[in-house]
């Protein structure tokens, strides 16, 4: 697409508002519209008629979001403050940081994210539409590790270098209670101006209640008291609902780009919802507090330290600037090992610090083998699943690494 050669993602921008592109309109991995599934692009039933910045309809949602968009007295914390953000984070689901990337790491991502957007978007859409929607998504929303054909983003220096920040590593450590932590995985998610839809509310994983030991043990190095019934010693429930509470499988980290605002398509979290075991509401069930409830007032450079249990979704950008959301995804002790994907290329994993170097020595690569796929984005699934078995080189951008 001509207009994506000088995006970036922040400020303002020409990309998105497509207006050939239909409300609620997704594509299965082939680039069609699917007859009856639609993967993960659940249609928004309150969104706006047309996709036009000044449409009637969306003038109408801009107005309510105008008035009523953002979470009541976020609480925002700062990066030394470890015991207030972990009694949020456990409390809520999520605590937002500020000035978790400082000047140059932010810049870095910000580099990192525009130049991977610009090749998701560069193929031109079918029929008029300026993009490629991403398979099964809503319009104007893309993932940048679902869009990459390695399915992570452990391959590109400016995901990569974020995994071990002096700011990020002791919160880290203070929530999964010691340092044997890992990553397992590093991308984010965008939308560009434009996605006037809701994306229904999710948990990206959910809890199965089941306690090997070594969750136990990291219960026990968070401070949590281990009582068991005396005649039968098995775990008392009480503190099987608190190991489990206290103790999620994966903890993400998204970084925020450029300030969230009313406008631009803050994304929103419902506080509590990490202990909940029922399914989140879908969009015609949903209470309109849970639609506002976004973080708005996050600037750039700060973070959002997510437990992926919680319920959270994206929300319409109706401004001129893209909402990027880059992450970096990390997993408890207790399910660290070596089933986790390999899709970070040797030389990568030898520039990080030694800690760095700890919570990735499940996720590179030998030496001299390029992870399959890594570096290819690309908004169908079908073409992603042909260049995982065929890209084994690096593309030039990469071409260094091996």
Request: proline share 7%.
């Amino acid at each position: 697409m001509k207009d994506s050669e000088t995006l970036l993602v922040w400020g303002e921008t020409d990309v998105g508002w497509d207006a050939n592109t239909p409300i609620n309109e997704t594509l299965d991995e082939h680039g069609n519209v699917p007859d009856a599934k639609r993967g993960f692009g659940i249609a928004d039933p309150y969104a706006p008629k047309a996709r036009i910045y000044d449409d009637p309809s969306v003038e109408a949602l801009r107005q309510k979001l105008q008035q009523h968009n953002g979470y009541h007295e976020l609480d925002i914390c700062d990066p030394n403050e470890l015991e207030r953000a972990a009694t949020i984070f456990w409390r809520d689901g999520f605590v937002v940081v500020r000035d978790l990337l400082n000047e140059e790491n932010l810049a870095k991502f910000r580099e990192g994210s525009s130049r991977v957007l610009r090749e998701i978007l560069r193929p031109d859409g079918e029929d008029g539409r300026k993009y490629i929607t991403e398979s099964n998504r809503l319009p104007h929303r893309y993932s940048y590790g679902t869009t990459s054909s390695s399915r992570q983003l452990l391959h590109d220096d400016a995901w990569a270098s974020m995994v071990d920040l002096e700011t990020t590593t002791p919160l880290l450590k203070k929530l999964f209670g010691g340092p044997d932590y890992v990553v397992v995985g590093a991308g984010g998610d965008l939308c560009l101006p434009g996605a006037v839809e809701y994306q229904h509310l999710h948990s990206d994983v959910y809890e199965r209640f089941n306690l090997p030991e070594k969750r136990i043990e990291q219960a026990e190095a968070l401070g949590i008291e281990i009582r068991r019934d005396e005649d039968s010693g098995e775990i008392e429930d009480r503190t099987k609902r608190l190991i489990c509470d206290r103790t999620p499988a994966i903890i993400t980290i998204n970084f925020v780009m450029s300030d969230l605002t009313w406008e631009n398509g803050p994304i929103r979290q419902i506080p509590g919802s990490h202990t909940a075991a029922r399914q989140p509401p879908p969009p015609t069930e949903e209470p309109e507090w849970m639609r506002m409830c976004t973080l708005v007032g996050a600037k750039a450079g700060a973070g959002v330290i997510r437990d992926n249990r919680a319920w959270h979704g994206a929300t319409p950008n109706l401004s001129r600037e893209i909402r990027s959301l880059p992450n970096v995804e990390y997993g408890a002790p207790w399910i660290a090992g070596p089933h986790h994907g390999k899709t970070m290329p040797y030389k990568v994993w030898e520039t990080l610090s030694e800690h760095g170097k700890h919570i990735c020595r499940y996720v590179h690569e030998e030496p001299g083998v390029w992870p399959g796929g890594a570096g290819l984005n690309h908004s169908l699934g079908h073409v992603r699943k042909e260049a995982k078995q065929s890209v084994t080189s690096p593309p030039e951008h990469y071409k260094h690494l091996v």
